[in-house]
């Protein structure tokens, strides 16, 4: 583990929270300040820290513990029925790592994506900034995954490659390929893609019980979730 006494935090004002509209959230962050170290940052990933853009945070909120960490032991994992047939349905596509940057071409997947399936949400409407800003950040240890059907993206993943596992920061997809589960299907090369790099496990980030956007998270088992500063399995 690294020196982390020595780091500085800050948190935010209560704010009215994302997922859970009747609650107030507050977030804590590493102090900006700070370089984007990738040990600091794989340390904190095991406290329940995330990345956005260029901030590590988790929530740090009073009067809730809605938002639970939750990532994927990659050795352990076997796929369900439902998840074999989703890696069947998708073995035609071809992934590549690329460093992570701006194109129309990401812009406007992203932006089908965002107004087709979270129009309700914070990201709403998407722009070109607002992506650059929490998806293309010059980092090391940063990817793109593009996958594509014939040289056509169809989704993007961005995730960071860690000492301990890739933390699945976001991924956008082909609103009209809805029969092939690009969501789920990201999650599953992912694991895939760690347990042949010899990592531990895939950071999903928050689990919220009562949040339905949340749900499909805890279909990947075993999950671990972190409970009380413990990684518990959920089998």
């Known amino acids: 583990m690294t020196e982390l006494a020595r780091l500085k935090f800050y948190a935010t004002q209560p704010h009215s929270c994302s997922y859970l509209p009747e609650e107030q959230a507050t977030t804590l962050f590493l102090d900006p300040s700070q370089p984007m170290d990738v040990h600091v940052y794989a340390d904190l990933s095991e406290m329940g820290f995330r990345r956005s853009g260029d901030h590590l945070y988790r929530p740090h909120c009073q009067n809730c513990n809605a938002c639970v960490p939750a990532r994927i032991p990659v050795t352990q994992f076997l796929p369900d029925r439902q998840q074999k047939r989703i890696l069947k349905r998708n073995a035609d596509l071809k992934v590549k790592p690329v460093k992570p940057g701006f194109s129309e071409e990401y812009f406007d997947l992203y932006r089908r994506y965002i107004e087709q399936r979270h129009a309700d949400g914070d990201m709403f409407p998407p ?62 090369w992912q694991i895939g893609e760690a347990h042949r790099l010899g990592l531990e496990a895939v950071y999903l980030g928050y689990w919220i019980k009562n949040c339905k956007k949340m749900n499909y998270k805890t279909q990947y088992r075993p999950i671990e979730l972190l409970i009380n500063q413990r990684w518990v399995t959920l089998s």
Do not use: H
């Open 127 to 188: 722009s070109r900034d607002q992506f650059s800003t929490f998806l293309v950040r010059d980092l090391p240890f940063s990817r793109f995954y593009e996958f594509r059907l014939e040289g056509r993206l169809v989704a993007v993943a961005v995730t960071d490659l860690l000492p301990n596992g890739l933390s699945a920061v976001y991924t956008f997809y082909e609103p009209q390929e809805e029969r092939r589960s690009l969501g789920r299907y990201a999650i599953l």
